[in-house]
């Protein structure tokens, strides 16, 4: 009770917008010691009830005004206490304007949150990144996920997470997960990497090949009437075997050709709108529905819960896939995203983080009798550099006091770096990296660094570029009884993985990109 105590006197910091009062790890529901009030709905005041008392003599019928009262069991929990304390544990009997939401993270630990009801998922990522002191790159994302049809989807920021909440069923073990998506707003800065020129057309008066901001334009204005074609492999109602087909997807709808590629209005037989529906990716296609790739999405009404109402279809790639799932998006929502990208951004330039401009801070050298500026460019950057390596040698320093000394300084140093930044992943398989870097974005850059399963000496560099994921294997070399690490055999050698993967943020070297977005995971 008295962690329980602590996480009700605690204060929101995000208003009053909502109150975290108790964390749980797995997939159940809400557990831990269950606290039941004496005036709870489920033990009503005894008002009118006669109580019978056997004294020693004989037995007398006591009313409540002859009884002393009952001595409350948990006297540090205050009365106001003890209802909000019901309240939270039976949601479903309120009355008032809140609700109890529980959202996990990608190690299934949760937490339960109490919220107003017209809470967005923005407000939710808010609190989240505030509660668990992360860094808001914009990238934080709520996602849907039904488990029993093996479908999610990103709840866009403008989304009520109570709306989407009340449309799933008693039984269906819905989830809400908190976790980065790099590739959430990406078709705004890239939208020619995420629209391939052979399945977009446009019907308007530009002709020819179409910049970044055109392609963006057409799809946000309602004047313009973009569409996406292209063959995908749909699932037959009330069979298991998949056929391809042309589909075509406009503002009114999804649709496929029963003639080859023809786009005839004859030919063409509508699937869905996007009006009370939603894109959902498919988490397992192969083995749950059979598909012929793993690249599958479906479309899935609102107020459905039933995977016989699915829309089942599969690409050939994952590039495909991107393609039909953000036009969706942008179909139904439309100038509300590009709302959503915009307005993190605009709050920075109304309200900056820092008080001081930037322009006043200035390089100090203080090695001297008189303290100086550093006026030099060049002298500015070396100074950086060498508090860098100070600042490395001082913590082989404190680790190797307090290791074994038969360890070396050098793997101390590698082992006192690399272990605490959130791109390391100690034990992590080469597929559930894949998985972990596709749940958080498949854009060029994305990438974390893990232990080798098949050499223990070695790590692992796994990257994301053109939506594909590749490994480089980090070596070590040793020379002259130091040890470096090095992704080209030796060309190119660094004391450490910290110094290695800050290498390669800044230059693309060997590898297909830059090193941009670390894949990283919270405990809630």
């Known amino acids: 009770m008295s962690a329980m105590n602590d996480s009700l006197d605690e204060t929101p910091s995000l208003g009053e917008k909502a109150a975290i009062f108790q964390g749980t790890s797995g997939s159940g529901n809400i557990t831990g010691s269950t ?18 008392l056997k004294g020693n003599r004989k037995s007398r019928e006591v009313d409540e005004a002859e009884m002393r009262p009952v001595p409350n069991p948990f006297p540090e929990l205050l009365p106001s206490t003890v209802s909000l ?57 709520l996602f849907e996920q039904i488990p029993h049809l093996s479908i999610e989807r990103t709840i866009e920021d403008h989304e009520s997470v109570i709306e989407v909440q ?33 399945m977009v057309s446009v019907s308007s008066e530009s002709n020819g090949i179409m910049n970044h901001s055109q392609l963006i334009q057409t799809f946000l204005s309602s004047s313009s009437c ?11 109602h009330g069979r298991k075997s ?48 059979g598909a012929p790739t793993d690249y599958g999405f479906c479309v899935k009404a609102s107020k459905s819960s039933s995977a016989r109402d699915l829309k089942l279809l599969c690409a050939d790639d994952e590039q495909t896939r991107t393609c039909w799932v953000t036009a969706m998006r942008l179909f139904k929502y439309g100038m509300q995203l590009y709302q959503n990208f915009t307005q993190p951004y605009q709050k920075q330039k109304s309200s900056p983080m820092r008080s001081i401009s930037e322009n006043s801070l200035v390089a100090m050298d203080f090695s001297g009798h008189k303290s100086r500026v550093i006026e030099n460019p060049s002298e500015v950057l070396s100074v950086a550099v060498e508090e860098g390596l100070s600042w490395r040698r001082k913590s082989c320093h404190r680790l190797s006091s307090h290791g074994s000394p038969s360890a070396s300084q050098s793997s101390l140093s590698s082992i006192a770096i690399h272990v605490a930044q959130p791109w390391f992943h100690c034990k992590l398989s080469r597929d559930e990296a894949q998985k972990l870097i596709s749940q958080q974005g498949l854009i060029d850059g994305v990438f974390l660094v893990r232990d080798s399963q098949s050499n223990p000496r070695t790590f692992v560099l796994s990257l994301c570029h053109t939506q594909k994921i590749k490994h480089f294997q980090i070596v070590p070399v040793e020379e002259d009884g130091e040890l470096f690490y090095s992704l080209d055999d030796g060309h190119t050698r660094f004391t450490d993985l910290l110094q290695l993967v800050e290498f390669y943020q800044l230059n693309r070297g060997i590898l297909p990109c830059k090193l941009k977005h670390h894949c990283a995971r919270i405990a809630l």
């Open 35 to 52: 606290f039941i009030p004496l005036h709870s709905p489920l033990h009503p005041p005894s008002a009118a009830v006669p109580t019978l």
């Open 226 to 236: 973009p569409e996406i074609h292209g063959f995908l492999h749909a699932k037959e």
């Open 166 to 198: 009340s449309g799933w069923g008693m039984d269906s073990h819905c989830c809400l997960y908190f976790r980065k998506n790099y590739a959430k707003y990406e078709f705004f800065k890239k939208p020619l990497d995420f629209f391939p020129e052979q």
């Open 85 to 141: 304390v019901s309240e939270c544990l039976l949601p479903w009997t309120k009355t008032s304007a809140t609700q109890v939401i529980k959202v996990y993270s990608e190690d299934n630990t949760s937490r339960a949150v109490e919220v107003p009801s017209d809470i967005t998922a923005r407000d939710i990522c808010q609190l989240f990144i505030l509660k668990n002191h992360c860094i808001d790159d914009h990238s934080w994302t």
């Open 242 to 289: 998949w056929k391809k087909f042309y589909f075509v997807l406009r503002r009114s709808g999804l649709y496929f050709s029963n003639k080859g590629t023809s786009k005839e209005p004859r030919h063409l037989q509508f699937i869905a709108e996007f009006g009370d529906s939603d894109v959902y990716t498919l988490l397992s296609a192969k083995k749950v529905y």
